[in-house]
């Protein structure tokens, strides 16, 4: 007597796996600039969550009796033109922006992620969504976030859209490239063959063997989407007065380069550090997780 059982075939393991293993973290921390990097933006996270409680002062709080005054005594950094301590509001812009950039990465990650996966399976959708990825990549971020101003208002949400579609239509490519490759592979037939359901083929052989390619694109991402973010912020289109925000703090300083040049320049550091220490940490995660750079 014999017993047929259907079962099937478990997907290899691959880079995706690997993302959990503990000896990750000890190959990054290995690298002293990724190190570096890491516990700076460590740092920057930790005081950003607990501002509350870092921030020396109310970053709110208006004083015309101490506008602009440079940095050093009880104000670390100085004040801005209104007379509000600049290391507070720093604190507190640093919060603003990196939700930025999180949430635009997030969703526009995932969005995208879904539509290259599933233009990959679906080979009659893979026109059709490529297409609307090409029309989304004709249309810049800074365009977008002035139409959506234009209609909604500047503002917060402006700014995450348009950071959500300026994810997407990268990470769609880079998602259904990934997929491509998978989808080749033998597992993926035999899951065919076994009358495995769409959805598991997709899921647990599709994307689990595609999340740490997508991973590593979004952790290189993750900077430019900064960017774009306090670009949009500079230009009046993201969080408005009194909103504290490192784009639009650097643009209230502009008018005051030559009286008062930290007013502007403190958060644009800022900026530049967050950015650099995230390009800098996602070339490290990128050399571990990435197979091709292995061989």
């Known amino acids: 007597m014999s017993t047929?059982?259907?079962?099937?075939?478990?997907?290899p393991a691959t880079a995706s796996s690997e993302m959990s293993r503990p000896s990750v973290l000890r190959r990054i921390m290995r690298d002293r600039v990724a190190g570096a990097a890491a516990t700076i933006l460590t740092v920057v996270v930790v005081a950003a969550l607990f501002a509350e409680w870092v921030?020396?002062?109310d970053p709110y709080a208006i004083n015309l009796l101490?506008?602009?005054?440079?940095?050093?005594?009880d104000h670390l950094l100085g004040t801005d033109s209104n007379g509000r301590d600049i290391l507070s509001r720093l604190i507190y812009g640093t919060r603003n922006t990196l939700m930025l950039g999180l949430v635009g990465v997030i969703f526009g990650g995932l969005l995208g992620g879904l539509l290259g996966i599933l233009a990959a399976f679906y080979k009659p959708l893979d026109g059709w969504i490529?297409?609307?990825?090409?029309?989304?990549l004709a249309f810049?971020?800074?365009?977008?976030?002035?139409?959506?101003a234009a209609i909604a208002g500047a503002g917060m949400t402006a700014v995450l859209i348009a950071l959500v579609v300026a994810t997407i239509p990268d990470v769609a490519r880079v998602a259904r490239g990934a997929a491509i490759g998978?989808?080749?592979?033998?597992?993926?037939?035999?899951?065919?063959?076994?009358?495995?359901?769409?959805?598991?083929?997709?899921?647990?052989?599709?994307?689990?063997n595609c999340i740490s390619t997508i991973f590593v694109f979004l952790t290189l991402r993750f900077g430019q989407?900064?960017?774009?973010?306090?670009?949009?912020?500079?230009?009046?289109?993201?969080?408005?007065?009194?909103?504290?925000e490192l784009g639009m703090m650097a643009a209230q300083g502009r008018d005051f380069l030559f009286m008062a040049p930290h007013?502007?320049?403190?958060?644009?550091?800022?900026?530049?550090?967050?950015?650099?220490c995230a390009n800098l940490l996602g070339d490290a995660i990128r050399d571990v997780l990435d197979p091709r750079l292995q061989q």
């Not at 490529?130 to 989304?136: E, K």
């Not at 007013?263 to 650099?276: D, E, M, Q, R």
């Open 66 to 73: 101490n506008v602009m005054a440079p940095p050093g005594g």
């Open 263 to 276: 007013i502007a320049t403190v958060p644009s550091l800022a900026i530049f550090v967050i950015v650099l």
């Open 130 to 136: 490529m297409r609307l990825v090409d029309v989304l």
């Open 140 to 148: 810049p971020a800074i365009l977008i976030g002035l139409a959506v």
């Open 182 to 208: 998978v989808m080749e592979q033998e597992f993926m037939e035999a899951g065919r063959a076994l009358g495995v359901s769409d959805f598991t083929l997709i899921w647990r052989y599709l994307t689990l």
């Open 55 to 57: 921030a020396p002062y």
């Open 4 to 11: 047929t059982i259907n079962a099937a075939p478990a997907a």
């Open 225 to 244: 989407i900064i960017l774009i973010g306090s670009a949009l912020s500079f230009l009046g289109m993201g969080a408005q007065p009194p909103t504290a």
